[in-house]
């Protein structure tokens, strides 16, 4: 069963950078389109950026220019750099396969906190 794990997230102030790391335990980035999710407290989770299998992207408007995705296929690893960050990114942040009818098992998240 693929196991996504990801990492990377933090305390940082509005302004700073972060970079978001999502593990997994199979080739699901050779297979699959890829996204990052956030979940901002009593919100809904929403996709925030994707990258399809032959590296075509795309971003929600809220971080367009801001954040960049990209996958290491060998190394079984995708990325989210997140540039000038606002307090509004703050949220949980996932990664899974947005074009699948049943997404891969959801990992932890890793938590983004940006101060004001």
């Known amino acids: 069963q693929v196991q996504l794990v990801e990492s990377g997230g933090g305390l940082v102030q509005a302004g700073g950078s972060l970079r978001l790391s999502c593990a997994a335990s199979?080739?699901?980035?050779?297979?699959?389109?890829m996204g990052w999710y956030h979940q901002a407290p009593g919100k809904q989770r929403e996709l925030v950026a994707a990258?399809?299998?032959?590296?075509?992207?795309n971003y929600a408007d809220s971080v367009k220019s801001r954040f960049t995705i990209s996958r290491d296929k060998d190394k079984k690893t995708m990325y989210l750099q997140m540039n000038n960050l606002k307090p509004e990114d703050t949220a949980v942040y996932y990664c899974?396969?947005?074009?699948?009818?049943?997404?891969?098992?959801w990992g932890p998240g890793t938590q983004v906190t940006v101060s004001s």
């Open positions: 899974n396969a947005p074009s699948l009818l049943r997404p891969y098992p």
């Open positions: 199979g080739s699901i980035f050779t297979f699959n389109n």
């Open positions: 990258i399809t299998t032959i590296g075509t992207t």
